[in-house]
């Protein structure tokens, strides 16, 4: 779509004002609104100002006047505005240079994308993200000097099966009894049909949408896969349109990956496959589960860069909640086909070449999408590139393996603190082409630390059980 285009589209759609978005460092959507009147072709070129120094991992005070550049081939009418509401995604430019910004993260997406075109590997790198969320009726949470807390509820959650509801009907789910059942267990079914319809009325294409396994409430849309900067612009559309949904039927929706004690947490599994000249890199008849092996080396690189991978890609300490045993979390650095249990499963759905395709589990939804996404481009690539052989696939279920067999197995990081410290001893596979910066990812373990540092300051309310009669 061209600038003119754009513009044609909100006054076809009687748009009144266009809101103005943009990803921060961590993938949170900022935005701002202008009256229709004010955005012009223009604006295309020369730019809507913003202060950078208000921003998260953007700029200092003394240099803190940035651009914002309008991508035209991201509009849509926000479906949640009383005044019909244009929305439209930019990327960002320092304004003295017009240099793009290192820093954002849309832009370092963009130059993954034309890395591997450079490479000549392949000229297409397909990504499809499965993010999970929980839907609760309630939720409340606290931190003070003397006291601190969470409260979360879910009218289908097993622990309100006992609860006076004048009348309770039982049809409560038990922990880990989310997949799949019909309702009215299932109380979530419209809410996600909303969701599902709503995402398709903003040019988001569904595959499928289904109650997760997680019983107080959990839930998946699945988006249709595409190319890596898209698929990303389209994960921000996604978990937009899912908050705003459920605050709409009185819910709270929530991407963070373990809210729920004992039971399942919330993951965006993340299929990846490259192309060239309109062939699957990733098919070979031959291959085991089908794959070529250029999709081993590829994998052999994200199983290398995993730890540092995580920094990106399950970057808070609320996320190695998720990746422990026992909650059909990817803890184990292998691969196998149709296993759940490994970190990099190969589907085996269908055997056409055009399905052939990896899926890397452990990220989870609280990620930057457009980081994690080029995190993994670059460390496939550099897979490739450098032929690494991942270890033998194990077609077992890695959760039930006798110790012995269990030797040898690496597994995700233990803790953020972790992820973060591989990140600062291995990103120049995230260097090659200019693609991760030095300052971005400088900038980006320095706040992340402070994220730790914030939790270890704090008692734990379950360490006055453990520890208060000591």
Same mark, same amino acid.
């Given at each position: 779509?061209?600038?003119?285009?754009?513009?044609?589209?909100?006054?076809?759609?009687?748009?009144?004002?266009?809101?103005?978005?943009?990803?921060?460092?961590?993938?949170?959507?900022?935005?701002?609104?202008?009256?229709?009147?004010?955005?012009?072709?223009?604006?295309?070129?020369?730019?809507?100002?913003?202060?950078?120094?208000?921003?998260?991992?953007?700029?200092?005070?003394?240099?803190?006047?940035?651009?914002?550049?309008?991508?035209?081939?991201?509009?849509?009418?926000?479906?949640?505005?009383?005044?019909?509401?244009?929305?439209?995604?930019?990327?960002?430019?320092?304004?003295?240079?017009?240099?793009?910004?290192?820093?954002?993260?849309?832009?370092?997406?963009?130059?993954?994308?034309?890395?591997?075109?450079?490479?000549?590997?392949?000229?297409?790198?397909?990504?499809?993200?499965?993010?999970?969320?929980?839907?609760?009726?309630?939720?409340?949470?606290?931190?003070?000097?003397?006291?601190?807390? %969470?409260?979360?509820? #879910? !009218? =289908? &959650?097993?622990?309100?099966? +006992?609860?006076?509801? $004048?009348?309770?009907?039982?049809?409560?789910?038990?922990?880990?009894?989310?997949?799949?059942?019909?309702?009215?267990?299932?109380?979530?079914?419209?809410?996600?049909?909303?969701?599902?319809?709503?995402?398709?009325?903003?040019?988001?294409?569904?595959?499928?949408?289904?109650?997760?396994?997680?019983?107080?409430?959990?839930?998946?849309?699945?988006?249709?896969?595409?190319?890596?900067?898209?698929?990303?612009?389209?994960?921000?559309?996604?978990?937009?349109?899912?908050?705003?949904?459920?605050?709409?039927?009185?819910?709270?929706?929530?991407?963070?990956?373990?809210?729920?004690?004992?039971?399942?947490?919330?993951?965006?599994?993340?299929?990846?496959?490259?192309?060239?000249?309109?062939?699957?890199?990733?098919?070979?008849?031959?291959? %085991?589960?089908?794959? #070529? !092996? =250029? &999709?081993?080396?590829?994998? +052999?690189?994200?199983? $290398?860069?995993?730890?540092?991978?995580?920094?990106?890609?399950?970057?808070?300490?609320?996320?190695?909640?998720?990746?422990?045993?026992?909650?059909?979390?990817?803890?184990?650095?292998?691969?196998?086909?149709?296993?759940?249990?490994?970190?990099?499963?190969?589907?085996?759905?269908?055997?056409?070449?055009?399905?052939?395709?990896?899926?890397?589990?452990?990220?989870?939804?609280?990620?930057?999408?457009?980081?994690?996404?080029?995190?993994?481009?670059?460390?496939?690539?550099?897979?490739?590139?450098?032929?690494?052989?991942?270890?033998?696939?194990?077609?077992?279920?890695?959760?039930?393996?006798?110790?012995?067999?269990?030797?040898?197995?690496?597994?995700?990081?233990?803790?953020?603190?972790?992820?973060?410290?591989?990140?600062?001893?291995?990103?120049?596979?995230?260097?090659?082409?200019?693609?991760?910066?030095?300052?971005?990812?400088?900038?980006?373990?320095?706040?992340?630390?402070?994220?730790?540092?914030?939790?270890?300051?704090?008692?734990?309310?379950?360490?006055?059980?453990?520890?208060?009669?000591?």
């Amino acid at each position: 779509m061209s600038p003119k285009e754009a513009i044609e589209f909100a006054r076809e759609n009687e748009a009144r004002v266009v809101d103005i978005k943009f990803t921060d460092l961590f993938g949170a959507w900022q935005h701002f609104s202008m009256p229709i009147e004010a955005f012009s072709e223009e604006i295309f070129e020369e730019g809507i100002g913003f202060d950078g120094s208000s921003i998260r991992g953007f700029q200092t005070i003394d240099a803190s006047d940035m651009l914002l550049i309008p991508d035209p081939d991201t509009v849509f009418m926000d479906p949640f505005t009383e005044v019909p509401t244009m929305s439209i995604t930019c990327t960002i430019e320092d304004p003295m240079t017009r240099e793009r910004y290192s820093r954002d993260p849309r832009y370092v997406a963009q130059k993954a994308e034309a890395y591997l075109r450079s490479t000549g590997i392949a000229d297409i790198a397909y990504f499809g993200p499965e993010a999970e969320f929980y839907l609760f009726n309630d939720v409340r949470f606290d931190q003070s000097a003397q006291h601190g807390y %969470y409260f979360i509820d #879910s !009218d =289908e &959650a097993v622990w309100n099966s +006992g609860r006076d509801e $004048k009348p309770n009907l039982g049809y409560k789910m038990r922990l880990k009894g989310g997949y799949f059942p019909v309702p009215p267990s299932d109380t979530l079914q419209d809410v996600r049909t909303e969701m599902m319809l709503t995402l398709l009325q903003c040019g988001v294409e569904v595959e499928v949408q289904h109650h997760e396994v997680g019983a107080a409430g959990q839930s998946e849309i699945d988006i249709k896969f595409g190319s890596l900067t898209k698929t990303a612009d389209k994960v921000q559309v996604y978990k937009y349109i899912v908050k705003n949904v459920a605050v709409r039927n009185g819910l709270t929706a929530t991407f963070m990956p373990k809210p729920v004690f004992q039971d399942n947490g919330s993951g965006m599994h993340t299929h990846q496959s490259l192309w060239k000249d309109g062939v699957n890199m990733f098919y070979d008849e031959r291959g %085991y589960a089908l794959l #070529s !092996d =250029e &999709a081993r080396y590829y994998i +052999g690189g994200i199983l $290398k860069h995993a730890p540092a991978l995580l920094a990106f890609a399950a970057p808070t300490t609320n996320s190695y909640r998720r990746l422990v045993p026992g909650y059909e979390a990817p803890i184990n650095l292998v691969y196998s086909q149709r296993n759940r249990s490994a970190c990099v499963r190969i589907p085996a759905y269908s055997k056409s070449p055009k399905a052939r395709r990896i899926e890397f589990r452990a990220p989870d939804p609280t990620c930057n999408p457009y980081l994690t996404f080029a995190a993994l481009l670059m460390a496939g690539l550099d897979g490739i590139q450098n032929r690494i052989s991942p270890p033998d696939p194990i077609d077992k279920d890695l959760y039930e393996l006798p110790a012995e067999e269990r030797k040898g197995i690496k597994m995700t990081p233990g803790s953020l603190a972790d992820a973060l410290n591989a990140l600062e001893t291995d990103n120049e596979f995230l260097m090659k082409g200019g693609v991760f910066t030095p300052d971005l990812i400088e900038t980006y373990l320095a706040y992340k630390r402070e994220e730790v540092d914030q939790i270890l300051l704090r008692p734990h309310p379950h360490e006055f059980n453990l520890y208060y009669d000591a």
